[in-house]
């Protein structure tokens, strides 16, 4: 009912910049909260940030102030900017999004939790 797509991953060397995009799609009513979550080699999946509906965001101690997480509710899309990237960057980045589903009569339906596919970030020189 609800596909969320990740783009932007890639190889780039420490210090670097990448900006990450995850567009969701789909029977929607409304997107509450979205996020990035991100997963290495060997490790548990892990928050890096979230962003509300009303642009409220949180991010793990790892990335503040290199990482800025945006959103645009008109497309249904958010963003993950990535600054001074080091190898310990390094994982699949998931896209979340916590969505309330719209039912064929428009009528608002039960939110769930969706996740995209991942995509390979891989920070090396």
């Known amino acids: 009912q609800v596909q969320l797509v990740e783009s932007g991953g890639g190889l780039v060397q420490p210090g670097g910049s990448l900006r990450l995009s995850c567009v969701a799609s789909?029977?929607?009513?409304?997107?509450?909260?979205m996020g990035w979550y991100r997963q290495a080699p060997g490790k548990q999946r892990d928050l890096v940030a979230t962003i509300t509906r009303g642009g409220i965001t949180n991010y793990a101690d790892s990335v503040k102030g290199r990482f800025t997480i945006s959103r645009d509710n008109a497309n249904n899309t958010v963003y993950l900017q990535m600054d001074s990237l080091k190898p310990e960057d390094t994982a699949v980045y998931y896209c979340?999004?916590?969505?309330?589903?719209?039912?064929?009569?428009?009528?608002?339906?039960?939110?769930?939790?969706?996740w995209g596919q991942g995509i390979q970030v891989t920070v090396s020189s």
């Open positions: 979340n999004a916590d969505v309330q589903i719209r039912y064929s009569n428009g009528w608002p339906g039960n939110r769930n939790d969706y």
């Open positions: 789909g029977s929607i009513f409304r997107i509450n909260v």
